[in-house]
């Protein structure tokens, strides 16, 4: 009996308020969305689903999701390739300011996301590029890095080292090492945080601000310009309740990946 | 060599692109700009710092925002600390799995809309608080508070649960049949053996809030917070003026985790 009946209760009572907390302002722009009325009356008069309808009739959400994917793929590209390489050398070597690699990756998101866009959006100028899609996904990767990297690199650090000298002993040589014993066990690590650099830029709108150029729309930036348009408002809403739905997935996804069999093996490894 | 393959496309990207972008920050925030043509003027001067020092309007600001910032945490940690310790050590397997998905969730759900929920929620006219509960605190600085507090409670929930995880049953157990109650237990075994996890909680709300000025324009009014002076500083076409505001949130969290390694928390992250 660790904790006592009366501490046990309270515990109930104050995990379900933090849970209302975090839950409630997402049910009330849900049951908005489905509103009749536009203006924002509570409760809603009558329910319809005309906005639903207006929403998916609109190009302009539509054509900054597909913007923000495609920055989103890419920059998860790029960032799953460098974060295991880094991981993989500061897991197998140890070299002089191997500290300090972890702290170089992870800065871009230790630092406030202003001064890495501010930073970048000066980089860039001094050298000249101008801004686009490829200085928006280049940043995107840069803050990306370290999730794949912290991802990974836990995981290594669970396996046993001897498996890798086991290859060694019966023949293979580094590449064949790790096509067939690093990579297959690392492999949900690496998915993993595959899929939370591709959240994390997804959702990015700070250093999107600084680094994109004036053409480029992402799906936050449209959500930003819009919400400050009364007109626009439910249609807002719809996608609102669009997004929050789909981050549903990845948390699935990555339920299942840590359900992954492996991980059991490498935890008792 | 080996090493070399690995590490070197990862290491090139972060010192050329991030640092590099770093340090032209720093020199950008030496230059200053023509006040009628608008261009950067390349002479380096300590202009920009000494107008920072100056103007009380910074000093404000800049107070202003530590404030939030520390207003955030506490509430995270106090809303954080129940919920995590209800999760790893009072919930059942099942109830546990369910709720680090609960907490989980909103992490994944799109800041923009988590923040454009709570403008809905907070409009001082007509907000839904308005209508249902008849008072809403309109948008300003507690509005602010609240809704950063909103935005990171998972970052501080997160490593906490995975504290107390940490934390063997049986130390409870012992410090229980000691005599200890509660309140006792949990200031003299919990607390010490959390601290790690509460400041690296601490380090993400602190360091989110200290940067953030998307949410404070969507739901702070007139209120100002470094991260949109830095930005207005920007769009004005001040580059200079903003880079060297932007070092400010930087030296305040160099300075905060230099005090913190000193303590040693650092090392048990």
């Not at chain 2, 200079?240 to 160099?254: E, G, N, T």
Request: hydrophobic share 55%; charged share 10%; glycine share 8%.
């Amino acid at each position: 009996m660790l904790v006592s009946r009366r501490g046990r209760i309270g515990l109930w009572v104050a995990t379900a308020v933090v849970l209302a907390f975090l839950y409630v302002p997402l049910v009330v722009i849900l049951v908005l969305s489905f509103s009749s009325s536009k203006a924002f009356i509570w409760p809603p008069p009558g329910y319809s689903t005309q906005w639903w309808v207006r929403a998916f009739h609109e190009s302009g959400p539509r054509d900054a999701f597909i913007t923000s994917v495609k920055v989103a793929l890419a920059a998860t590209g790029l960032a799953l390739v460098l974060g295991s390489l880094a991981s993989l050398a500061v897991n197998r070597f140890r070299f002089f300011g191997r500290n300090t690699v972890s702290l170089l990756l992870v800065l871009p998101i230790a630092l406030p996301g202003i001064v890495t866009g501010v930073a970048l959006n000066a980089g860039f100028q001094q050298a000249g590029i101008p801004l686009g899609y490829l200085t928006l996904i280049v940043a995107h990767s840069t803050f990306c890095i370290v999730v794949v990297f912290n991802n990974v690199i836990a995981r290594l650090r669970r396996l046993a080292p001897n498996v890798d000298e086991a290859s060694a002993d019966l023949g293979g040589d580094l590449f064949q090492t790790f096509r067939y014993v690093t990579f297959p066990l690392a492999r949900s690590a690496i998915l993993a945080g595959g899929l939370l650099a591709f959240a994390l830029s997804f959702d990015e709108i700070v250093v999107t601000t600084f680094t994109a150029g004036p053409g480029i729309q992402t799906l936050p930036q449209w959500i930003f310009n819009n919400m400050f348009r009364p007109n626009q408002l439910p249609t807002v809403n719809v996608v609102a309740v669009v997004v929050v739905t789909m981050s549903i997935i990845p948390v699935y996804l990555s339920q299942r990946l840590s359900a992954d069999p492996l991980v059991g093996i490498i935890d008792d490894a | 060599m080996q090493l070399g393959g690995l590490l070197g496309a990862p290491l090139t990207w972060m010192l050329v692109i991030y640092l590099g972008s770093l340090i032209s920050l720093l020199i950008t925030s030496l230059y200053t700009t023509n006040d009628f043509t608008g261009n950067l003027v390349k002479t380096v001067s300590l202009t920009n710092f000494r107008v920072l020092v100056s103007d009380p309007t910074f000093r404000i600001v800049t107070i202003r925002t530590v404030f939030i910032a520390m207003s955030v945490t506490v509430i995270d940690l106090v809303l954080a600390l129940p919920i995590a310790f209800f999760m790893a050590k009072v919930a059942s397997r099942r109830t546990r799995r369910a709720l680090a998905v609960a907490v989980v969730l909103p992490l994944w759900a799109s800041y923009l809309v988590k923040a454009y929920c709570w403008r809905i929620l907070l409009d001082p006219v007509g907000g839904v608080m308005k209508q249902s509960l008849g008072f809403s605190p309109g948008f300003g600085v507690v509005a602010t508070v609240l809704v950063l507090a909103y935005l990171w409670l998972p970052y501080m929930a997160l490593p906490i649960y995975a504290g107390l995880e940490k934390l063997p049953d049986s130390l409870l157990d012992a410090s229980g049949d000691l005599g200890a109650r509660g309140g006792r237990t949990f200031r003299s075994v919990v607390l010490p053996m959390l601290t790690p996890s509460i400041v690296a909680g601490a380090i993400f709300t602190f360091s989110l809030s200290l940067g953030d000025y998307i949410a404070v324009q969507i739901v702070g009014g007139t209120t100002r917070t470094m991260g949109n002076v830095i930005y207005q500083d920007f769009g004005g076409g001040n580059l200079p003026q903003a880079a060297a505001f932007a070092c400010v949130p930087v030296a305040i969290m160099a300075v905060l985790l230099v005090a913190i390694r000193r303590t040693g928390a650092l090392e048990n992250l």
